[in-house]
């Protein structure tokens, strides 16, 4: 009996144990726990403050994009050249230029390295309207210097001086001699048909001023009057166009054969005149060797008579 009796405490005791130490080992996993929920709240926490801080911060940035390399002006902006960064709302440009507008725009001054690219240092090109056509002119008294991709105003001067703006910063799309393309839309091929036939008829010279800075320099204002009679007359006889043109442009050729006549006439000077002073250096050199020969000559005389 007592063997029983002390098997059933010693059983006891055992259940006792496992039991404290069930009890303990759920406590201690219950504080486990509980500290881990209490961090990863903490954590969660933490993690939305610095989310709302992003969020805050991002709000106060502006998304921009900057040159990565050197650009000269009038370079086209390319994908390749740029690159994106985040700027302070509050220092940032308010012209900043959004990334559809970049593509195909036009720098109006050299651009160093991380330049932040706005509207006021670019030029954009307007979109091709449906009235838009190549012409091309030959009558039109062109700067000697003006070469493809430069812009230029075409002006109308009458002989009482009074002088207008016809087309305003046009680009010399393709060149050719004296004979010059630009793209023009229909009120500008209007007012260029009208100004033909009043240079006809007024012995007016059309011609063309270059722009020094053609992408920092705002357009001209056309301040050439359509006249409501040059117009009536265009309607009434639509050949008087091409005749007007013809006379322009017979005149534009005479007068550039008359410069090519003045030019080779001065260089022929010029060739001459070269050629005068290379005989008279010619001619001095020949003096000078016979000059020496003569004191040669002497001198071996003078050596002679010595001996």
């Given at each position: 009996m007592k063997i029983r009796q002390r098997n059933k405490n010693l059983l006891y005791a055992g259940l006792i144990g496992a039991l404290s130490i069930a009890l303990i080992s759920?406590?201690?996993?219950?504080?486990?726990?509980?500290n881990m929920k209490e961090s990863e709240e903490l954590l969660i926490q933490q993690y939305e403050e610095e989310l709302e801080e992003f969020q805050i911060w991002a709000d106060q940035q502006v998304k921009a994009f900057t040159a990565n390399r050197y650009i000269e002006a009038g370079e086209t902006?390319?994908?390749?050249?740029?690159?994106?960064?985040?700027?302070?709302?509050?220092?940032?440009a308010e012209d900043i230029t959004p990334y559809d507008e970049l593509l195909?725009?036009?720098?109006?001054?050299?651009?160093?390295?991380?330049?932040?690219?706005?509207?006021?240092?670019?030029y954009f090109e307007e979109r091709t309207p449906?009235?838009?056509?190549?012409a091309e002119y030959a009558f039109i008294d062109l700067p000697s210097r003006v070469e493809v991709g430069d812009f230029v105003d075409v002006r109308i001067q009458f002989p009482n001086?009074?002088?207008?703006?016809?087309?305003?910063?046009?680009?010399?799309?393709?060149?050719?001699?004296?004979?010059?393309?630009?793209e023009m839309n229909?009120?500008?091929?209007?007012?260029?048909?009208?100004?033909?036939?009043?240079?006809?008829?007024?012995?007016?010279?059309?011609?063309?001023?270059?722009y020094v800075e053609p992408y920092v320099q705002d357009e001209s204002v056309v301040t050439y009057p359509v006249k409501d009679n040059v117009l009536e007359l265009?309607?009434?006889?639509?050949?008087?166009?091409?005749?007007?043109?013809?006379?322009?442009?017979?005149?534009?050729?005479q007068k550039l054969e008359n410069q090519l006549e003045e030019l080779e006439s001065s260089e022929r000077e010029k060739y001459q005149r070269e050629s005068e002073?290379?005989?008279?250096?010619?001619?001095?050199?020949?003096?000078?060797?016979?000059e020496a020969v003569d004191t040669v000559n002497l001198d071996v005389d003078e050596t002679n008579d010595e001996e």
């Open positions: 759920a406590g201690i996993l219950y504080f486990m726990y509980k902006i390319e994908e390749n050249d740029l690159r994106e960064v985040l700027l302070s709302a509050e220092t940032a195909g725009s036009i720098a109006k001054v050299n651009l160093e390295p991380r330049t932040v690219l706005t509207d006021s240092i670019l449906r009235d838009l056509r190549l001086g009074n002088d207008y703006v016809l087309l305003s910063k046009k680009k010399v799309k393709e060149l050719n001699e004296d004979v010059v393309w630009y229909e009120q500008e091929l209007l007012t260029i048909s009208s100004a033909i036939v009043d240079a006809y008829l007024e012995n007016a010279i059309i011609y063309a001023l270059a265009i309607e009434t006889s639509p050949n008087i166009v091409d005749r007007a043109r013809n006379e322009l442009e017979a005149r534009n050729r002073k290379e005989q008279e250096a010619r001619a001095n050199r020949q003096q000078e060797v016979f």
